[in-house]
């Protein structure tokens, strides 16, 4: 399970403001943080966008691969900015993301042949309203490996987000479930060991209290480890999450135990 | 889910007093304390017992069910002292239990139809030595149920424990994803939901802290819980864990959720 931080985001004032500036220095200190704080990987959310919305995804883009190595996931709806983001990072990146909505299967999937990147698929009704179980998930799953394969991309460039909610919508509970049962059931779709991706923050979302949030997030994150999740998209700035992440993996990979390593 | 308590065990000293004095005083104390913390069902380990050790269990199940309504298991090796416990018994209770140890099948098994009580089956081999993987457990569970349908017991009246090991045993994490694998197969294995249990203190076996011990059962629990465990045996005085244990219901069961009540 890979950590990715998903701190670097517009409705972080010091971010939308540092955009608006174009100054790189806060945008550097939250990454160095996201680093230290054990992210493999920085999720750059831009947001929707207005103006000058290509500019600032190639600032950020700009900004934090001179930081680091660590794989970046380009975050947003706009594809003027998803393409200025591409255009200006030198190493591959991963493209987050489409789903069978028209206008990000006419406007984002095509970034992926054409910049060669990895890409997120949503697994998210036409219309981005969210299934409501897993039969539905695994149903779009179907149209969306149709929608890559006719646009000449490679499967195995493809990861899934098969869409987490917050536990207090409707079915909360009921819809985090059938996330684990679509992440186990993807493998045999695909007929490969298809990557995954889930975004943990959304499942606590509307928590009145920050260590609520953490020992829930704690919950359900093993879960999502047993079912072989690959990617976590999550605020790594959650210590006790993070923690959590690290023994899920000290479980997962196959060597000697230490209680010294807990 | 359903929480067991396994502190009713004879490892510890004020219960192995106490069952010497044949006092009931300590053990009701003990049990009141596992209720109040959740157990939902009590597990009566009365260990291998020597001299008297009909009567030691006897006494045991006796106490315990002047007490409360909550499900027994009876945990003990010896045929005799079990024999004991299920001819005071009151309600069924729980064979904890047999595997295909010769001795345990020739003395344990038919208690299980004699009594009419369930019984659980451990995924142990033939000289009661641990299975290296989900395969060979699997295969154990084949062999278990040919011999309770030999013995004329019905299979629902089983219930698998796939046995868990410490994590600083060999292999000690890659057995825990065993375990969870042999857990997700059972139900296909039985054509049937078959009930099963683990004890989550072997876990976490030889710890250095209970710090440890209990954030680590509480990575493993919700693993467990995302399998279809059906019993935990548990050490019932770790808060944490039993915290961790409802909220595995809370997303479990398809109803409102509610941040008051994390």
Redesign the interface.
């Known amino acids: 399970m890979i950590l990715v931080s998903d701190n670097l985001q517009v409705t972080n004032p010091v971010v939308s403001k540092a955009m608006a500036a174009l100054d790189p220095q806060p945008v550097c200190d939250i990454v160095r943080q996201c680093l230290e704080r054990g992210a493999q990987a920085i999720d750059i959310n831009s947001g929707p966008l207005g103006k000058g919305s290509s500019d600032k995804m190639a600032f950020l883009v700009e900004t934090v691969q001179e930081m680091t190595d660590a794989p970046l996931l380009l975050d947003t709806a706009n594809p003027l900015a998803m393409e200025a983001g591409l255009t200006v990072s030198k190493k591959p990146v991963i493209i987050n993301g489409f789903s069978l909505e028209p206008v990000k299967m006419a406007r984002i999937l095509p970034l992926a042949k054409k910049h060669d990147a990895d890409i997120i698929g949503y697994l998210l009704n036409t219309d981005s309203s969210v299934p409501l179980n897993a039969d539905e998930r695994l149903n779009i799953a179907s149209r969306i490996i149709q929608a890559i394969e006719k646009e000449g991309i490679s499967p195995d460039r493809l990861i899934i987000d098969p869409v987490l909610v917050p ?2 919508w ?5 819809q ?2 059938e996330v ?1 049962t679509t992440l186990k059931m993807l493998p045999e779709l695909f007929g490969f060991p298809v990557r995954s991706i889930v975004g943990l923050s959304n499942l606590t979302s ?4 920050l260590k ?1 949030r953490m ?2 997030e ?6 999502l ?3 072989h999740l690959t990617l976590v998209l999550m605020n790594i700035f959650h210590p006790e999450t993070v ?2 992440a690290q ?2 993996k ?11 390593s ?1």
């Open positions: 536990l207090t409707q079915q909360g509970p009921y985090a479930m684990l509307g928590a009145n209290s609520k020992f829930m704690g919950v359900y994150l093993p879960m480890s047993a079912a923690a959590i023994a899920c000290m479980l997962k990979q196959n060597s000697i135990f230490s209680w010294e807990v």
